[in-house]
């Protein structure tokens, strides 16, 4: 459930206080909502690490372009509204292997 306490903003709100050269993170307790749904294309070149929650409504419509996708919360995908005809699509780029650092709370599992 999204509330106000938890809502971080739109993926383009993090995409554009995510400083160059480091990965995209949603923290823990945290929720970003997919906004885009015009059919272009979201590039996270460095990656995205979500700790708490990205939601993909139906009315999103992108290609998500990126390196890696590391899920350590939720990742909550709404079938995509065929009337309007929208998709999500993820394209994997790159070739070099990512570590993956777990939050403090997944450390154990």
Do not use: W
Not at 72 to 100: F, T, Y
């Amino acid at each position: 459930v999204i509330g106000s306490s938890n809502y971080l903003g739109t993926l383009s709100t993090v995409l554009g206080t995510t400083p160059t050269g480091e990965q995209v993170v949603i923290p823990c307790g945290k929720c970003a909502v997919v906004e885009t749904t015009d059919g272009s294309t979201k590039s996270l070149p460095d990656g995205i690490n979500v700790e708490g929650m990205l939601h993909f409504p139906s009315t999103a419509n992108l290609t998500l372009e990126t390196t890696h996708i590391v899920i350590q919360g939720i990742l909550q995908m709404d079938p995509p509204d065929a009337a309007l005809r929208n998709k999500v699509r993820v394209r994997m780029v790159g070739s070099e292997d990512h570590i993956l650092y777990p939050h403090t709370e997944n450390e154990s599992v």
